[in-house]
């Protein structure tokens, strides 16, 4: 039997190029070829990310939370208010990173499943102290809801706050525009739906942000300093050896490699990012046709489901065993993750190279199927499977 087709919410299948791309012998971080493509690479995160060339990106080894805990350790000061617009587990994630910083930490919670909308954070920000910075997860990925990013952030911007962005499960697949839509602080972690490997994690900083950092009292610890690290990328793009810490040699010329083949896409009609973002779209949506024809119902109300991922509920009889009964038919799909209601959903991933490929799309929903009908759940899987195609080709 071939390998398991992994498709969880993180880490993804990579694409043929970006895999080649890693299988290197390590390079030094000083060789020309290396500093060529690293400077690549931060320029092409601006266009990508759709950031002024006055934004600032970092790339930090580390996983997508090493983000989290940068973009709160340069921008919040013990007793600044913060004020988290929460979407799940990983929105109460950045709230306890800005708790420990000290930061006096508001939430706007959705119900599991909802969004927020741009009015009841305006009500919250005019109840409270003017918070210093608000919090976004574009998705979170353990409820599988998307926020309206550009509503919410110029409500925050009215307000005087800066926007941080978590977009660990969004950023190079879910439309967005860092600059136009008034972004602060955009994150992202290497093995979402930029398509590379676990350990990067990458930021791109606005000009207002940058500010605030240099007005910070306490500074933030010395490997999340966005000043100690932005002399290092601004070497690397203007093509000069740097060393502060040592960067993750391997990865990063990948990372060049994925973003390039990110702003090459060309669906016909749209290229680039519109490209990206249309065929999420586009998959998204076929996806859901798919575990509407399985007769699923999803986590996320109407209107905010995610294109990158699926939370799906666990039908009446079906056990949190399903995963591993999908494992079974070769697709590793993963299991709920919100604590409060783990056991009764599970989730797939449908973000990066994947979504160019139709036929891994397809494979994942007759697995799922598979999965169900052994579960005792008998459903028609050529009817899901024709519902997934005719949502792809329209
Ligand atoms: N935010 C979101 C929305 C995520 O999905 C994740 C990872 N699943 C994280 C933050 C944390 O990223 P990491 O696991 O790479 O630290």
Redesign the pocket.
């Known amino acids: 039997m071939s390998d398991p087709l992994l498709m969880i919410?993180?880490p993804v299948v990579l694409s043929p190029a970006v895999l080649a791309a890693t299988a290197i012998a390590p390079p030094s971080h000083v060789s020309p070829a290396f500093i060529e493509r690293f400077g690549s690479a931060l320029g092409r995160m601006r266009a990508v990310w759709g950031a002024d060339a006055s934004c600032r990106p970092m790339v930090l080894a580390?996983?997508?939370?090493?983000?989290?805990e940068q973009a709160i350790a340069n921008l919040v000061d013990p007793g600044d208010a913060v004020v988290v617009v929460n979407t799940g587990y990983?929105s109460d994630?950045i709230a306890e990173i800005a708790s420990r910083r000290g930061g006096r930490v508001r939430s706007v919670r959705a119900e599991l499943g909802a969004s927020v909308g741009a009015d009841t954070l305006r009500a919250e920000l005019a109840a409270g102290p003017a918070p210093a910075v608000v919090c976004l997860?574009?998705?979170?990925?353990?409820t599988g809801a998307r926020v309206d990013v550009a509503s919410l952030a110029a409500v925050a911007k009215e307000a005087g706050a800066l926007v941080v962005v978590?977009?660990?499960?969004?950023t190079g697949g879910e439309r967005a525009h860092m600059s136009a839509w008034g972004v602060d602080v955009a994150l992202t972690?290497s093995?979402?739906a930029i398509g590379l490997p676990?350990g990067l994690?990458l930021s791109v900083v606005s000009p207002a942000a940058w500010a605030a950092r240099e007005r910070l009292r306490m500074p933030p610890s010395l490997y999340l300093d966005w000043t100690v690290w932005q002399p290092i990328f601004e070497a690397y793009e203007a093509g000069r050896p740097s060393y502060f810490a040592t960067p993750a040699t391997t990865l990063i010329p990948a990372l060049d490699v994925a973003l390039g083949e990110l702003l090459d896409a060309d669906d016909g009609p749209s290229r680039g990012m519109e490209a990206v973002f249309t065929r999420h779209e586009r998959v998204g949506a076929a996806m859901r046709a798919g575990w509407a024809a399985l007769g699923l119902d999803l986590l996320p109300e109407a209107g905010a489901e995610a294109n990158t991922l699926s939370a799906i509920r666990l039908p009446e009889g079906v056990g949190p065993d399903l995963p591993a009964r999908i494992g079974k038919r070769g697709v590793i799909v993963a299991g709920g993750l919100h604590p409060s209601i783990r056991h009764t959903y599970f989730r797939v991933g449908h973000m990066g190279w994947v979504t160019t490929q139709p036929e891994l799309l397809l494979r994942t929903v007759e697995a799922v199927g598979a999965g169900l009908t052994d579960a005792g759940h008998a459903v028609d899987v050529g009817f899901a499977a024709i519902a997934v195609e005719a949502a792809l080709d329209g």
């Open positions: 919410p993180g580390g996983s997508g939370t090493l983000a989290m990983f994630r997860t574009h998705v979170d990925t353990s978590d977009g660990v499960c969004a972690a093995q979402k676990v994690a």
